[in-house]
């Protein structure tokens, strides 16, 4: 494919490269801070974008929040706090 056509395809690759390093820098504040969240915000939903963060008790509502902050939620990190992590296999 050619750089027209991704760009056409999936929009400017120089967006695209800026939106993942944000998203990467986000997941990585996340987990940074996943022990202290999960303390205080157990079983609820967390959205980070550009290190800030949101809280609500079921996925919609933190979309619905996401979207009045003006958040572009298909960039935004989300997880459920729990301390129940799946494992990864490298």
Not at 3 to 27: C, H, I, M, S, Y
Not at 32 to 49: F, I, P, T
Request: with cysteine; hydrophobic share 45%.
């Amino acid at each position: 494919m050619t750089t027209q056509e991704l760009a056409d395809k999936f929009g400017d690759p120089k967006v695209l490269a800026r939106e993942f390093r944000q998203a990467n820098a986000d997941a990585k504040f996340l987990e940074s801070r996943w022990d202290a969240l999960l303390k205080k915000h157990k079983e609820q939903w967390v959205g980070v974008q550009k290190k800030e963060i949101i809280f609500a008790h079921s996925l919609k509502q933190l979309i619905a929040k996401a979207e009045q902050k003006g958040w572009d939620v298909g960039t935004m990190v989300v997880d459920c706090l729990t301390d129940k992590r799946p494992a990864v296999l490298l």
